[in-house]
Structure formats: structure tokens, C-alpha cells
């Protein structure tokens, strides 16, 4: 083998093992006062739900207190977390969304 024939092959570099981003939830909160309706067209306008989906996380949240709305990365999270709730805000309702880790 000569010099020519190693200088020819390049080494390979072995790739930099890429971790998965963290993912949160957005979590939507209950509320005494938010109308089921409003609660519904926030879902349907924000996290871009069917009006069924929608629906059924409202109730869940309603029957449980707190209902799981989506997983996603923490920028996308916090992101659709407060334009929920500065829609909510705006329209006068205290509806809350907030985001917290998956584990």
C-alpha cells in the first residue's frame, strides 16, 4: 500500500450525538367564569383544533380542573400559552393556559 492510497481515504468524523429538545405542555386551567363557548373558539383559533377536540378538552378541564392541551417544544408552548390567554385577557376573561415540563 502506498502513500497515495491512505491520503486518498478521508476519515470519518463521527456525528455529534444531537439530543431531542425538552418538550412541554400547555396546559389549559378551569374557571368559574370563561363561558364553554369562548373556552371552545380559543382552541379551535389558537391551538388550531376541530370544534370535537376542542370541546372534549374543555370539559376535561372543566370535570378535572386542568386538561393537557398540546406537547410541543418550549418555545412553541410559551408562545400559544399567551396568546391564549392575551386573547382571553382582551375578550375579559380569566382564562388561563400555562406550560410546565413533560417528565
Known sequence: MS???LAAKP????KPKLERP???K???VNDDYTPRDFVVMVL???FHMSEEAGYRVMMTAHKMGVSVVVVCVRD???????EAT?????AGFP?????EPEE
Open 76 to 82: 412553541i408552548a410559551e408562545t400559544k400559552a399567551k
Open 11 to 14: 476519515k470519518l468524523k463521527p
Open 3 to 5: 502513500d497515495d492510497d
Open 26 to 28: 400547555v396546559i389549559l
Open 86 to 90: 392575551d386573547l382571553a385577557k382582551d
Open 44 to 46: 379551535k383559533a389558537v
Open 95 to 99: 382564562l388561563m393556559f400555562m406550560t
Open 22 to 24: 425538552k418538550l412541554y
